[in-house]
């Protein structure tokens, strides 16, 4: 059974950084790809950011230069830092795992951007 555990969030006031982190309970490097994604109040889950065995990455365009994906497949280790934070980034981030469309999700993590 795969499970997917985030950890990470918080509180930050906008400008500031978070790294989440996201480890799973198999071998990630049967996955195509693993990435974020979020959800904010009221809204419909989205697409942050993915990363390809190969180690492609690609971004929505709204984090695009502020938030770096990264994945370890020695440790079954994925990442997302998320620099410059703004109010409009609050939301529950999931971790996600599998091919173009996930598979596998994780329970998700609280960011919110408040001063």
């Known amino acids: 059974q795969v499970q997917l555990v985030e950890s990470g969030g918080g509180l930050v006031q906008p400008g500031g950084s978070l790294l989440l982190s996201c480890v799973a309970s198999v071998s990630i490097s049967s996955f195509q790809t693993m990435g974020w994604a979020r959800q904010a109040p009221g809204k419909q889950r989205e697409p942050v950011a993915g990363?390809?065995?190969?180690?492609?990455?690609d971004y929505r365009d709204s984090v695009k230069g502020r938030f770096t994906i990264s994945r370890d497949n020695a440790k079954n280790t994925v990442t997302l830092q998320m620099n410059n934070l703004k109010p409009e980034d609050t939301a529950v981030y999931y971790c996600t795992a599998g091919g173009p469309v996930p598979n596998y999700w994780g329970q998700g993590t609280q960011v919110t951007v408040s001063s």
């Open positions: 990363i390809l065995s190969d180690g492609t990455r």
